[in-house]
């Protein structure tokens, strides 16, 4: 390999991997703002007529509704804060802005469960009239809009928390509006107006389970956690595996953002090493690390001696 052709090479990979991270957050962009705009309207109306119905399960799924799309704001300005490009003040960019805006939502999604829980139990103890027929209309409707919505996210979501926040909402409100169905066919056919209240808890529980696994998942990467899907282990053996390369230490996995995995080594060469015989192993650990693991933002320092620390062993 010549002197010019490497740093060509590594030039091209970069861009290539920060084409794509752009492409698929243009995607992610795109698709939240029409969800949005969807979301927004259909919360309208199941408000209205949840009131109109005198019914809990509808009111729920609107104040689930207004979570969602609250969500949806939230993923959208993250999305827009994650785009940005770095700066002297924030080197690394705004990558983790889509992390905290699935942090805030799953904090949502936990009150707001909590809260209809609440409301549902009181309920349960002193079930009201509800108009059944509002209830199986709406909750067609809600059903099918959220299974539009839950398709649209996954085909965009790639490993960003954020849009896997949304997921977890989508899913969870497709579950919901299917018992928000059942409820009001329980409530026209034998008059069970304890039905509405039920509905309401189960919906809340699921949510609040898929939720809870979004908030570890979350805090997880907030930690810099190693993510769970790289393991240092094999990832050190991979890098060793090359016969110039006599030793890695110091080796560091964590998340920049829920789809931006990043790491850090020392790497100790053969005696005599070249920096241009240096240089050339860097790339090609990156591109390795690239096309095996999927991590694409490394860093690595080349050193020529063993400096006798202890860390330099990986903890088993």
Known sequence: MSRTECPDRMARSNLKSQSQLNDLRSRQQSTT???LALNIAFVVIVALFGFYANSLVLIASAVHLVADTASLGIAYVAILLASRPVSNRHSFGLVRAEVLGALVNGAILLATSAWIIFEAIRDLAHPHPVSPLPVIILGAGGMVISMV????????????LNMKAGVVHMAG???G???TVLSGVAIELFDFYRADAIGSVIISLIILGSSWRLLLQTVSVLLESTPREVSPEEVLHAIEADPQILN???LHLWNL???TTALSAHILMEDGATLHL??????????????????HHVTIEVECHRCGDSEHTLEK
């Open 278 to 295: 240096a240089q050339i192993k860097v790339q090609e650990i990156k591109e390795m690390l690239g096309a095996r693991f999927g991590i």
């Open 33 to 35: 703002a029409r969800l």
């Open 177 to 179: 509006w299917f018992f």
């Open 173 to 175: 409100d497709t579950a």
């Open 149 to 160: 919505s839950l398709i649209a996210l996954q085909q965009s979501s790639g490993k960003s």
């Open 257 to 259: 953002a829920s789809d």
């Open 248 to 250: 890695v230490h110091h």
